[in-house]
């Protein structure tokens, strides 16, 4: 998916086609649902299809079966893991978003109006969107173990069990939690400040991490250069305008 750096920091909805408007939550609405279900939602998301395989049991099925089973349904074939995606896609669409048993899809709906579909076909669209829009570009693992909806957590549980014993474990870097970057950058920058960053989004804030960090590192070149020169012209007077987006 190819969402320009411009789409990314806007408030606005991404509109995909056939499906809704794709938020990038503010940190207040990310504060009224709690950050450990802001994290397990995106845990949810980003789980593929062989880990859910794997977990519930499903090594053995036969290769044909296993082709034509995916995440998406394996998802909705029971009426608790169906209600769990819905309020997850809730929170991450513009619009309302309700499960179709008949259609075996959630239907997107502008008031009355169904407006799109989440099918087994758009549906990686639909997760690879809300990763992008929350400054997510690779597959993380999230702490879902405080989630506050416990029926959800024990499906989840259930579903990680059998994950697999060598699987690599990233130990997350607690310098790097939501928390303690909002901190960082309300206590860094110039114009915002703890009471009035709550009104960013989450990738606006990731971004403002990052060029802050990245103008910190600016600045200190350019006072060694004005102090000692550049001899071997390694300084880049640009550097602070350089895009920051294809590394996020």
Partial sequence: MNLSYFDLLSPAPVQLSGIGGIVSPKLREISAIGYNTYQFYLSVLQMDGKSVLSAIGLQAMPNAEQIQTNLFELLT??????DMLREILNFFLKEDVSYSENHKAFLVRTGNDVTGMITSENYPQVCEAVCLRNGIRQKQEADISKAKNKKALEIMNKLQMGRSKKAKQVKSDDN?????????????????????????????????????????????????????????????????????????
Avoid: P
């Fill in 176 to 248: 790097l939690e939501l928390g303690n970057i909002l901190s960082a950058v309300a206590n860094k920058s110039q114009s915002l400040n703890i009471v009035n960053i709550w009104d960013l989004t989450v990738y606006q804030l990731w971004d403002c991490f990052f060029r802050l960090s990245n103008n910190n590192i600016y600045n200190i070149q350019s006072m060694s250069v004005a102090a000692w020169g550049d001899k071997d012209n390694h300084f880049d007077a640009t550097a602070w305008f350089k895009r920051m987006d294809t590394g996020n």
């Fill in 77 to 82: 074939a029971d009426s608790r893991t169906a």
